[in-house]
């Protein structure tokens, strides 16, 4: 592994960055998919007040965070004012008005710990979730958009490794590898760490934007307008990123030892979360923070097979990006 660390960026790398854009473009929602996602939202909107009159909804995730590819999901979160609302009671609820209007594969899943309804609008075949009062969802979906406007890299790596990620099937928690989520924590702490850095710390910086979500509190410089020149003095292409990113993750990254950390720009040691010893069925295979619930690890849902898988994979792709004279094929070959 040291031997592969000092291995130099190849020479031609730049000569990928023009069809790395290509990829990156190729993906990207049309603005109608956009404004068809806000009158669905409108739609729905007016369903809900008309049974609560209090109620408001707000996206997150993917649709909202500007990650999001064409013809993805959109996640919902349902606001109430009364936190002590019966979730899995509103949910059934809302289940019937959705149904009595027509809505196609309306599912709740009122037990789950997010608890969640699921469907399809028929008119527009948008995929839908809604959660209540998933406000900390809302608030990590506007830092991750935050970031993606001070440097235009950070959307075009997220993209990619997105696109792989979901290509090579290790984007499933449910199969135990990370979710979209972790993955963009780990593109923006790498951008982070670059020298020089291609995006600042934002959670370091002066206070402009402050949340309470219970019992967090969720604070952070959010004017990034001011911040468009932020990453100028460094000139590194998607392409040397891309390469950068998964040669760190095969060859770089301590995975015995460290966190990585959106909220601090770094990574450190695991022994000061006390992430480094086993308890229950956490085992911290791979540690990444939640930048506000900072007790939470995303990596928790790896385990000793996935992780194997999850390190496999980015060494194929390591390998890819330094020995492939056209890596387009393999590197995002489905699984
Ligand atoms: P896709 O395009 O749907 O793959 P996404 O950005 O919508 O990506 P997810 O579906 O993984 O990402 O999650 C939806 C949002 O829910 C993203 C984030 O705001 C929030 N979220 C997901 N997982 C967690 C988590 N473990 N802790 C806190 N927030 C989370
Ligand atoms: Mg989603």
Redesign the pocket.
């Known amino acids: 592994r040291n031997l592969k660390m000092k291995t130099l960026c190849r020479r031609d790398i730049n000569s990928l960055k023009d069809p790395f854009l290509a990829v990156f473009e190729s993906l990207i929602p049309a603005d109608e998919e956009k404004i068809k996602q806000k009158q669905l939202l409108s739609r729905l909107e007016k369903l809900v007040t008309q049974e609560w009159p209090e109620a408001r909804l707000h996206l997150?995730?993917?649709?909202d965070?500007s990650?999001?590819?064409s013809n993805?999901?959109i996640?919902i979160s349902l606001a109430m004012e009364n936190r002590d609302i019966d979730k899995g009671k509103l949910l059934l609820k809302l289940v019937d008005i959705l149904k009595s209007k027509n809505f196609q594969n309306v599912k709740a899943l009122p037990y789950a710990r997010i608890p969640v309804l699921k469907f399809v609008d028929p008119v527009t075949g948008i995929s839908c979730d809604i959660c209540i009062n998933?406000a900390?969802?809302v608030v990590?979906?506007k830092l991750?958009r935050d970031y993606a406007q001070i440097d235009a890299r950070l959307r075009q790596l997220v993209f990619i490794v997105?696109h792989w990620a979901?290509s090579r099937r290790v984007?499933e928690?449910y199969q135990g590898t990370l979710?979209?989520?972790?993955y963009?924590l780990m593109c923006i702490n790498f951008l982070q760490q670059r020298r020089p850095a291609i995006l600042p710390c934002l959670q370091r910086m002066e206070t402009t934007y402050s949340k309470s979500v219970g019992n967090v509190e969720c604070s952070y410089f959010d004017q990034v307008e001011k911040l468009r020149n932020f990453g100028v003095k460094n000139g590194e292409s998607i392409a040397q990123l891309v390469w950068g990113f998964f040669h760190y993750w095969a060859y770089c990254h301590d995975f015995e030892n460290d966190v990585i950390s959106v909220r601090t720009g770094a990574t450190f040691s695991k022994s000061s979360k006390g992430w480094n010893t086993r308890v229950g069925n956490d085992c911290h295979f791979i540690s990444i923070e939640?930048p506000f619930?900072v007790s939470?690890d995303?990596g928790r849902v790896v385990d000793k097979n996935s992780i194997r898988v999850l390190r496999e994979e980015f060494e194929r792709a390591a390998e890819i990006m330094q020995n492939d004279s056209s890596p387009f094929v393999t590197l995002f070959e489905n699984y």
């Not at 997150?60 to 649709?63: E, I, L, R, W």
């Open positions: 997150y995730g993917s649709c965070n990650f999001g590819f993805s999901d996640d998933n900390l969802a990590n979906t991750l997105k979901k984007n928690t979710s979209s989520y972790a963009v939640d619930e939470h995303l």
